[in-house]
């Protein structure tokens, strides 16, 4: 297969799967205890087409909406016990001695 042969049936349909769900995973709608997880509001631009910076009200609304959707995403740790240590543990294996990251977490 050249360059410039069209993909295949397959690679295609996989391709659209996977924007599918890319599509899915952006639009999802998260709720806690208090309702609704709101997205993110629109960055504001002035007139040259610069991001302006945010204010302080924007930067707390941006932290809540933070912490609210990872404490969503923690509660819902779907991980087998012991997989961050097998994970951590196979790491280190392939890093010489005196360099390993994760030693003392395991």
Same mark, same amino acid.
């Given at each position: 297969?050249? *360059?410039?042969?069209?993909?295949?049936?397959?690679?295609?349909?996989?391709?659209?799967?996977?924007?599918?769900?890319?599509?899915?995973?952006? =639009?999802?709608?998260?709720?806690?205890?208090?309702?609704?997880?709101?997205?993110? #509001? #629109?960055?504001?631009?002035?007139?040259?087409?610069?991001?302006?910076?945010? =204010?302080?009200?924007?930067?707390?609304?941006?932290?809540?909406?933070?912490?609210? =959707?990872?404490?969503?995403? %923690?509660?819902?740790?779907?991980?087998?016990?012991?997989?961050?240590?097998?994970?951590?543990?196979?790491? %280190?294996?392939?890093?010489?001695? *005196?360099?390993?990251?994760?030693?003392?977490?395991?």
């Amino acid at each position: 297969m050249s *360059g410039n042969d069209p993909p295949s049936r397959g690679a295609v349909s996989k391709l659209e799967a996977l924007k599918a769900e890319l599509e899915a995973f952006k =639009t999802a709608i998260l709720y806690d205890e208090q309702g609704q997880i709101p997205g993110y #509001p #629109p960055r504001r631009y002035d007139e040259a087409g610069r991001q302006l910076p945010y =204010t302080p009200e924007e930067l707390l609304l941006r932290d809540e909406i933070f912490r609210r =959707t990872m404490a969503v995403i %923690d509660a819902n740790d779907q991980d087998p016990p012991g997989s961050d240590e097998e994970f951590m543990r196979g790491i %280190d294996s392939r890093r010489p001695e *005196g360099m390993k990251l994760f030693e003392g977490y395991y």
